[in-house]
């Protein structure tokens, strides 16, 4: 079998020689192989900006090194996070007919019965929020006593929100505390091809060895079962490997992007059982969780961030954590770079000046005023109306500085949005909110919330 990140790797050293160092680091070394699919090597990048650069720039180096490394590889395909679950049902077909197999980058280095866990990712570097605390606390309790409480213990987010930094958090913690315990981790893409393995080699020892590794846990985690849609074998095969652990009160620790009842691609019986124990889930976090987790990454790279630029990054990042991260990542890389800290906004600006173009094309004035409408549970009317009351003019200001700010709007057609209010009113309503965010806490939270909303719609 030829493994695809033994060979991606290989790749990579020849496109380090290729690539200019800066390039390469930005742009070809996060690239993560997925899969390949008729004859095209699959590999994720973090956003559709990265996308488009790596596109422009360095898809036709790639391709050749690929081909000259493999000729049956004859292109290579860049895709963006949410086209990865796509392109990983496709890998089921291509593993029944060739070599390759995947390994999950969570999982690397490891031997068939011990994980070695990420060791950043523990409790203590995860930031707490009140998106994610009934999460952690769970997590938590069962790190301390696998088996004993919530079992299962079902986690479901978004991406990028922290499910698979949280379990291996659980590993790291639980080996420490019970160096004895089997703790395994394996996302569903690896049980479906290590099934199929099973399966084609139609050998005894390797379906034994199958089971015994799975049945001998005492702390069993599955990270993104929702990969496990239209697998029948392997759903029915952990149905029972399920049962097993449960009856002999062994942890099983599940993550999804969905609560078990909305995961209707998965058979009815397991996720009955997957609603068994404690199911939680984790919220996009506030504005100031996402600062906080920011300055703690920061340190972890030992980059000084400024509360500016971390406010900034916080406010312009969607809600997923690793693309915010990535967008800190851009930052300390055009610091270390031109040796000239990047500790203003407007510097961060120019940093991220692409990302942020992109994604203020799609916002418009209707975008605001909604947004805005819904955040304070008040209707659109109302901010269009003359109305005076306090809960009224407060969130029709911040919707008029938002509009100035986000867009670049002539004054006068915003004060036509507003029933034809003259400039003058819309410069006051602007510049009265902007003054006030410096000294008001409560004011400069509603409008970075608002701002990460609006951008991330
Ligand atoms: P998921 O598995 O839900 O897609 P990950 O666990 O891979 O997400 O998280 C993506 C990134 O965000 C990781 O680098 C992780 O460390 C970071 N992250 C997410 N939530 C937090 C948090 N609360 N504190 C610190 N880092 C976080
Ligand atoms: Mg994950």
């Known amino acids: ?12 050293d020849e496109l380090s020689k290729l690539i200019q160092t800066i390039n390469y680091e930005i742009w070809v070394d996060s690239l993560v192989p997925v899969c390949i699919f ?3 090597l699959i590999l994720q990048t973090s956003s559709k900006n990265a996308k488009k650069s790596i596109d422009s720039r360095f898809r036709d180096t790639i391709k050749d090194v690929v081909s000259t490394l493999n000729s049956s590889i004859t292109d290579i395909q860049i895709i963006i996070p949410e086209q990865r679950e796509e392109f990983l049902k496709k890998q089921t077909d291509f593993l029944e007919n060739s070599g390759f197999v995947t390994v999950d980058p969570a999982t690397k280095n490891t031997d068939e019965t011990k994980n070695v866990f990420l060791k950043k990712y523990s409790f203590d570097s995860f930031v707490q929020g009140k998106s994610n605390s009934y999460a952690l606390a769970a997590c938590k309790t069962v790190a301390e006593h696998p088996g004993d409480k919530f079992n299962p213990l079902f986690i479901y987010s978004g991406v990028g929100l922290g499910k698979t930094h949280l379990l291996n958090a ?32 139609k050998n005894n020892d390797e379906s034994n060895r199958f089971r015994e590794k799975y049945r001998s846990c005492d702390v069993l985690m599955i990270d993104d079962i929702q990969f496990l849609a239209g697998k029948e074998a392997t759903q029915e095969n952990l149905f029972h490997i399920f049962n097993d652990l449960h009856q002999s009160n062994k942890q099983i620790i599940i993550t999804s992007d969905k609560a078990p009842k909305d995961l209707t691609v998965l058979e009815e019986r397991l996720r009955t059982r997957f609603s068994w124990g404690l199911t939680v889930d984790i919220q996009p976090p506030d504005t100031e969780t996402r600062v906080a987790i920011l300055k703690t990454k920061a340190l972890q790279e030992k980059f000084l961030l400024s509360d500016e630029v971390a406010l900034f990054i916080a406010e312009n990042a969607p809600s997923n954590i690793r693309e915010m991260e990535g967008l800190l990542n851009k930052i300390i890389f055009f610091s270390s770079l031109t040796n000239h800290p990047i500790n203003t906004k407007e510097l961060a600006f120019e940093a991220l000046h692409d990302f942020i173009e992109e994604k203020t094309e799609t916002i418009t ?13 008040i209707p659109t009317a109302d901010l269009f109306s003359s109305k005076k009351t306090k809960n009224i003019v407060e969130p029709r200001m911040i919707a008029i500085y938002l509009i100035s700010e986000l867009l670049s709007m ?15 009113t819309i410069i006051h309503a602007r510049d009265k909110i902007a003054n006030d965010i410096k000294s008001n806490n409560r004011l400069k939270i509603i409008v970075a919330d608002l701002k990460s909303m609006i951008i991330n719609i």
């Open 170 to 201: 659980i590993g790291n913690y639980t080996q420490e505390i019970y160096p004895k315990k089997k703790v395994l981790y394996v996302t569903s893409d690896k049980i479906v091809s290590e099934l199929i393995s099973v399966i084609l080699n």
């Open 410 to 424: 002539p004054l006068s057609a915003i004060g036509d949005i507003f029933g034809g209010k003259h400039h003058a």
């Open 365 to 377: 004035s209707e975008l605001i005023i909604s947004t805005v409408s819904k955040y304070f549970k």
């Open 38 to 40: 008729e004859n095209s």
């Open 1 to 12: 079998m030829i493994n695809i990140d033994t060979f991606w790797d290989d790749a990579k």
